[in-house]
């Protein structure tokens, strides 16, 4: 049965909602905006039909701002006696499926209450489904302590709105997830979700690539390309590795972000945007305005709303969690392993994890693949650094290694934090890494193979 809630300080207008609606629609009464509060805290109405007016309490359209602020999901109907487009553009502005003028026919009411109940009924279908995809897929940030339940507070809070995010935090971190949950909980959920990491191509290019260009307009533009910001419309625009934008392309990003419009290289016409923008870095941008080399007002542009991811070190209570999370994932490689010894999960516990999720992600798939029985036991992770392994089996006096494989260890053990920090440091790109480290990428290549370091 149908439940619907008629909130109005008159009682006669209560009554003729119950006489016009079918008998398998449930009305429940509420004379004041206060009350409906009390009652949607109660009930999960399928819909509620408002009076605008209801003096001295709460009107109808702060009674919706307070009940969406609570996380009511029932549609709401706004009624008044004195309909205006004013007061229809702030209902709607507010979350209202629908604005009415009294008197109602029956036949007005029942239209409108069956199209908002059926649009109630298809979202929390929608909502459901995209919670069960969540955790099918596990394409959301795993987390359960006081930092990740901090973090996801704050996106469904900024999802509903339009306005750009920035987030922040080291490589490895789960920028890129966070960035697509933001998208998903949005109202552009429909609309294509567009990733571009920023430090993959030259100035020039990166110019090309967001904004599009015209057949002829450089050497080698053989067709002319809409461009990603186009590519988005009406969906989500990633740009990831912001801090590595060069000055030109962000004064052009700047003015993209203002005017909402874009004008492609060699073309002459500006072309208008319907595209959210979220951003990401592992860079202190604060430093970088500081030294000249990012625009301010283009921080202010894209930080409307900022949001921090915390490093794997300072959220270790999620390392269980995540664990978990991977073995999961990994169903379809085969059944075993399905879970992590304790002393396994010690020494997890123990390390400072430089490359974050990414990395502990790699550190179980290794184990996962060594190890030859139900669960990972300590011996089947990899070394790691500053972490004392499980302690050896005492099967008399050990002989000493000669001095040449003591030193291949120890240059091993050094190679592979260097290597590790460079990855870090330069966002997990290999081509980067390389040349932060003085070697070839076929070189780096060779190192990450041979000190079983994963990409």
């Keep these: 049965m149908t439940r619907l809630l008629v909130v109005d300080d008159e009682q006669e207008f209560p009554q003729l909602i119950r006489a016009l609606l079918e008998d398998d629609v449930h009305v429940d009464v509420a004379t004041s905006g206060s009350e409906a509060l009390c009652r949607l805290d109660e009930v999960a109405y399928d819909l509620v039909l408002t009076d605008l007016h209801m003096p001295p309490g709460l009107d109808g359209i702060e009674l919706l701002r307070k009940a969406r602020g609570r996380e009511v999901d029932a549609p709401f109907i706004v009624l008044t006696g004195q309909a205006s487009i004013e007061t229809a553009v702030r209902a709607m502005r507010e979350g209202a499926f629908d604005y009415l003028r009294k008197p109602l026919s029956r036949a007005e009411l029942v239209a409108a209450v069956e199209r908002a109940v059926e649009h109630g009924r298809m979202a929390r279908e929608v909502k459901r489904l995209r919670g069960e995809i969540d ?3 596990g394409d959301r940030p795993v987390g359960e302590g006081p930092a990740m339940r901090r973090v996801m507070a704050l996106v469904e809070r900024v999802a509903a709105s339009d306005a750009s995010v920035l987030i922040l935090g080291e490589s490895g971190t789960g920028k890129e997830l966070l960035a697509r949950t933001v998208h998903r909980r949005s109202a552009r959920a429909g609309g294509p979700f567009v990733a571009f990491d920023c430090s993959a191509l030259a100035p020039s290019l990166v110019e090309s690539e967001l904004f599009g260009h015209e057949k002829g307009a450089f050497t080698g533009a053989e067709r002319a390309r809409r461009g990603l910001f186009r590519d988005a419309s009406g969906g989500t625009l990633f740009l990831d590795e912001i801090g590595d934008v060069a000055p030109e392309v962000q004064n ?3 003015r993209v972000l203002q005017e909402r419009e874009v004008k492609p290289v060699g073309g002459d016409t500006l072309v208008k945007i319907d595209v959210r923008v979220v951003a990401a870095t592992n860079k202190d941008l604060g430093r970088l305005i500081a030294a000249g080399r990012f625009r301010e007002d283009l921080y202010y542009r894209l930080a409307v709303v900022p949001v921090e991811l915390p490093p794997l070190r300072e959220r270790k209570e999620d390392i269980p969690l995540l664990v978990a999370h991977v073995l999961a994932r990994r169903k379809s490689a085969g059944p075993r392993p399905s879970r992590i010894a304790p002393d396994a999960l010690a020494l997890l516990g123990a390390y400072r994890w430089p490359g974050n999720i990414r990395e502990l992600e790699n550190v179980i798939e290794r184990a996962a693949i060594l190890s030859d029985g139900e669960e990972i036991r300590a011996r089947d992770l990899p070394p790691l650094d500053g972490v004392a392994g499980p302690a050896a089996p ?7 290694k000669p001095l040449k494989d003591l030193v291949a260890e120890a240059t091993a053990r ?11 440091q330069e966002a997990g790109s290999p081509s980067r890494a390389a040349k932060r480290l003085g070697i070839s990428r076929s070189s780096l290549y060779n190192k990450l193979a041979a000190l079983g370091i994963p990409l």
């Design 394 to 400: 005492d099967d008399g006096p050990l002989v000493p």
């Design 252 to 254: 052009k990003l700047l």
């Design 135 to 137: 955790s099918v897929a």
């Design 414 to 424: 050094i190679e592979r934090r260097a290597i590790l920090e460079a990855l870090q």
